[in-house]
């Protein structure tokens, strides 16, 4: 009797035998496939269930391109740098740098539990100087091409983190790290132009394979538009308000104007009887975030006593105040149109504000609108263009503003310039010196890196600015271009920068002349595919893109597209939640190994629900994975040593099974390629009932397929056919179409109508053959005449009978 599957021993001489023989070498023949994780971010409280879902896909995916002839470019390395590592640190009451070591060390530890083919040769840490010395680099080549520079400016603002944030780091109002309230700081940052690139991110998403909603979110985050930038006079003076707005056809129906509070004019455009309630306004205004200023439903303003001047209509209009609009989107003035546009809709109602229609469905006003009008029309109270249909306007009047001399045709864009600069120790050292005369002069790229300082007190001053400025002797120095007395910048990166291009560092990380060789880029690079949470989807991705495109645009690399596949997989939650420590439901995936193995953990990871969305976790459903690997493993052991002449059963059902765990996992269904197995292992086990054995290229057929989802048992199985090399040597199983048409098929058999039985006729049946079959069955059970025989191929035969 063949030994029991015992998954504790069985991974023991696996892992072993895979470090002594790598099985997936370079030798200079394959062709490159690279596949990569998003690397982790090494936090305190180590990995969980939830984590292992996206190493598990890529690397079954890596394990599936080796079996087709690749050389795999699987590397794995630490996002260490930001604000979480500092705040962790700040909790624990140790350096930084010690907390991040230690998270690593565990980190890496649970990583190779996972049994992925990493290459742990090609591992990067952004922490290193080795690695940051080409951050840095960067972002001198960015200062150099004007791309990185200085703005005061109204910023996000964490009062926790005690840091500067950028847009795309505030969620729900709130510091995405620690779920503060955010509020508005002005401050001296260091920008990168970003905005340089916006057509080129925005155009380039047609080569991407990426999910369509990522390249939608992208899409909507740059969000270009189309229109005109318009002048509006002030009343009484010599002074105009320049708008943007993507409706120039609506300029008739302009009744009152709204700055963003922060706006330049805002001062002197207030009456001295309005100043008390504007400045009140607006450091209300101050204490809220972009994002819940643009969410906030309930419109909020104050008047500034001033009126501008409509250019058509030559209508004075009130100027107020609002926090819904941004200083940093379009000119920071809007032009307010309320029986077309719903914001204005409402604050014109709360505020009594008259309300003009210009476009009408079919071309007659409406006595009093209920809601705004925001669908396609005809134009009316709009002078000339009267009678125009409002599509038409829409693209004709910018041109037509420029010749009346009031307005230009122009393109906006949402995307703003990244805000670079944060108020912290933990970070990259921004590589600038400030010199009287010079100016801010950037350090000498031969004299990168510029080492973070080693210092005792690393916690936020909470005064705007880096702990770094309280070191004197690291702050001054000498200009690199004039040799007088500088001083250095403290503010440090943001955590994006080293994960903004640490893909490209992978493929010749022991580099110490160039950020990546020529040579290695042009073998090894892009990503072909890029594997981790949708959650990334803006920041991230957008921030790699952009570095890309700037390193190809220098030379650097000689592609302009970071990723070529992205696939984001779903998170997996407890008790309907994200897991988390505070909320008490994380998973160590530490017991389920000891329990059931790495094998069966890997299958769950799938089986749990389909990869892209979220599905929730239930310990309990992994006995189904373990038995089925019990079931294939005694399957294989009780017949591995049998001589079974292959049967025609046999074999389709041999190609039946490549085709469909090869379909779906190339469409990334992967939770049906685990129910496939189970499927597929019941109808081995029946063909065994049925022929007493099963032929062996079926068998091995099957553990090639199960390889890269569950090496260790794979391994095992191939070694136990007779083989002395890796499962991993061989070529993913191919399968022949015509295997896959039945010869037979079972159609249902009716007499009026009505199921009667059902019969087994060759798949290219004739109608005749058919129902002379069906009568057969049907012997004995026909009374009367038959006045109709049907026959619907491949599905019935109906005996109609009177």
Known sequence: MPTPYNHKEIEKKWRKYWQENPVNVNDGKKPKYYCLDMFPY??????????????????????????????????????????????????????????????????????????????????????????????????????????????????????????????????????????????????????????????????????????????KMQTDWIGKSYGAEVDF??????????????????????????????????????????????????????????VDRMQDKEKTGVFTGSYAINPLTKKPIPIWISDYVLAD??????????????????????????????????????????????????????????????????????????????????????????????????????????????????VPEEELPLLLPDVEKYEPTGTGESPLANIHEWVNTTCPQCGKPAKRETNTMPQWAGSSWYFLRYVDNKNDKELVSKEKAQ?????????????????????????????????????????????????????GAKMSKSKGNVVSPDDLVRDYGRDSLRLYELFVGPPELDSEWDDRGIDGVYRFLNRFYNLVMDNKDKTVEPTQEMIKLRHRFVHDITTRLENFSLNTVV??????????????????????????????????????????????????????????????????????IEIAVQINGKTRGTVMIPADASKETAINKAKEVLAGKISGTIIKEIYVPGKIVNIVVK
């Open 329 to 442: 989107y379009g000119t920071g003035a809007i032009m307010c149109v309320p029986a077309h546009d719903e914001r204005d809709f409402d604050f014109a109602k709360k505020f009594g504000i008259p309300i003009i229609q210009v476009i009408s469905k079919d071309g007659k006003e409406v006595p009093e609108l209920n809601e705004a009008y925001t669908e396609p029309g005809i134009m009316i109270n709009s002078g000339e263009w009267n009678g125009m249909d409002s599509e038409t306007a829409k693209k004709e009047i910018p041109d037509l503003l420029e010749k009346m001399g009031i307005g230009k045709k122009t393109v906006n864009y949402k995307l703003r310039d990244w805000v670079f600069s944060r108020q912290r120790y933990w970070g990259e050292p921004i590589p600038i010196v400030h010199c009287e005369d010079c100016g801010p002069v950037p």
């Open 42 to 215: 090494p936090s305190g409280s180590g990995l969980h269930v939830g984590h292992w879902r996206g190493y598990v896909i890529s690397d079954v995916w890596s394990r599936y391109k080796l079996l087709n002839g690749y050389y795999i470019i699987h590397p794995m390395g630490w996002d260490a740098f930001g604000l979480p590592a500092e705040n962790y640190a700040i909790k624990m009451g140790v350096h930084p740098r010690v907390s991040t070591a230690e998270n690593i060390a565990t980190f890496k530890k649970q990583l190779e539990d996972i049994s992925a083919i990493y290459d742990w040769d090609m591992e990067v840490n952004t922490t290193d100087p080795e690695f940051y010395k080409w951050t840095q680099w960067i972002f001198v080549k960015m200062f150099k091409a004007g791309l990185a520079y200085q703005k005061e400016m109204p910023i996000n603002w964490c009062p926790s983190c005690k840091t500067g944030l950028a847009n795309e780091e505030v969620v729900n109002g709130e510091c995405e790290r620690c779920g503060t309230p955010v509020t508005k700081k002005n401050l001296k940052q260091w920008m990168l132009r970003i905005t340089k690139y916006a057509d080129r991110l925005l155009e380039d998403l047609n080569k991407l394979d990426w999910p369509e909603k990522v390249k």
């Open 233 to 290: 006079e002030v009343q009484g003076s010599d002074k105009t308000i320049k708008i943007y707005t993507t409706r120039p056809d609506t300029l008739y129906g302009a009744t009152f104007m709204v700055l963003a509070p922060e706006h330049a004019m805002v001062s002197e455009l207030t009456k001295p009887e309005q100043k008390e309630a504007v400045e009140e306004y607006i450091q209300k205004a101050l204490m809220k975030s972009s």
């Open 675 to 744: 129910s496939g197995f189970m499927e597929y292992n019941n109808k081995m086990i029946d063909l065994v009932k049925k022929a007493g054995g099963i032929d062996r290229d079926t068998l091995e057929t099957a553990i090639i397929l199960l390889a890269p989802f569950a090496p260790h048992i794979s391994e095992e199985l191939w070694a136990q056919m007779g083989h002395d090399t890796s499962v991993f040597k061989n070529t993913w199983p191919t399968y022949d179409e015509e295997m896959l048409k039945d010869s037979e």
């Open 523 to 575: 073998k090894y690079l892009p990503v072909d595919m890029y594997i981790g949470g949708v959650e990334h989807a803006v920041l991230h991705l957008l921030y790699s893109r952009f570095y890309t495109k700037f390193l190809k645009d220098i030379g650097v690399v000689d592609f302009d597209e970071p990723f070529i596949r992205l696939f984001n997989q779903g998170m997996i939650v407890k008790n």
